[in-house]
């Protein structure tokens, strides 16, 4: 599944929703400066790399699939591309001052995932975890949204999960400290077609059969234009930071 996105890895880069550029400053606050040298884990088509870039520090962007590596390398010539899963990248000696890892933790090996990023983190380096969540600014729409995805997977689009579920995951590990999260909410208007291509991109549509896609985009069209052709979103993004604790 992480390189389920690379079958549509121009229209993931066009549809959607990148990171709001307060997060700069939320990190660089935590981190007490701007660390050098960045990398940024499972960097898709680069919707996190082109914010860390303007920190000004090098930034190796790690991606394991080569057609969203492409689109990467091709749109953000600045950074260092490395087509690798993450397991098999070699940090640069002496390790890096931040790690980012946006919407992409869940797919890194949970028993080994702290463990490898700890190691490649100079002492008291960063590791920054960000999501989107992409939910829906009227309860209703969220509602009638919720059921026509749920038809076809009502176990994995049901997100239960708090919102900032890495921090558990961090602290019980031990291996890092002085955990803060931060939170954004933006309302972008998406057109019914719009809607739909951002939907082409979710992991938990293209795990199901062309029939079951199919269906589900009628019934999300059908739901849309019955809204005037327009969905107002509310993106969540959620940013959990915390630091490495070499002693």
Known sequence: M???????AALYDDIRPGYPDELLEALTAFHGGVPAPVADLGAGT??????????GSPVIAVEPDPRMAEILARKLPAAEVVTAAFEQWAPPPGGVGLISCATAWHWLDP???????????QPRGTLAILHNRHGYAEPDQQRAIDGIMQAIDPVQTVDDRPVDWAREDLERSGLFTGTEV???HRHPVFSTEQYLQLVRTFSTYRRHSLEDQRRTLADLSTAIDGWGGRLRMDVHTVLVLVRASHS
């Open 2 to 8: 992480t390189r389920v996105f690379g079958e549509v």
């Open 46 to 55: 680069g919707k996190a790399t082109e914010l860390l870039l303007r920190l």
């Open 111 to 121: 028993q080994t995932r702290g463990r490898r990023v700890h190691a490649a983190l």
């Open 182 to 184: 931060h939170e954004w």
